[in-house]
């Protein structure tokens, strides 16, 4: 495996983990099937990290969220929101003006 891993830039693991991942260009794509087409180690490492994965989706809640759910949330984040802008808080240019208005040292 050390031998494919330096004949890959990156590590052909890595490599493989991308290309599973979609996050691949066409080229590097097409380069990891072809090496995974013509190499044993390089097939198995393909298959392993492809069972890999399965494995872990297989771990993760599939949640779905309704259109009502997502529109109660979305009006629970305005209100929130709404709430935050409301305080009387000065404003970072009134706090900053004020700062720089004030006399630090005297001379």
Do not use: C, H, W
Request: hydrophobic share 35%; proline share 4%.
């Amino acid at each position: 495996m050390n031998e494919l891993e330096n004949q890959v830039p990156g590590g052909f693991s890595a490599m493989v983990n991308a290309y599973l991942d979609g996050n691949l260009s066409q080229e590097k794509s097409t380069l990891v099937e072809e090496i995974v087409a013509l190499n044993p180690e390089a097939s198995k490492i393909f298959k392993e990290r492809t069972a890999q994965k399965e494995e872990l989706k297989a771990l993760l809640p599939n949640i779905e969220i309704s259109k009502n759910s997502l529109s109660n949330l979305k009006r629970e984040v305005r209100e929130v929101n709404k709430d935050l802008v409301k305080t009387n808080r000065p404003s970072i240019a009134n706090r900053l003006s004020s700062i720089l208005n004030t006399t630090i040292f005297e001379f």
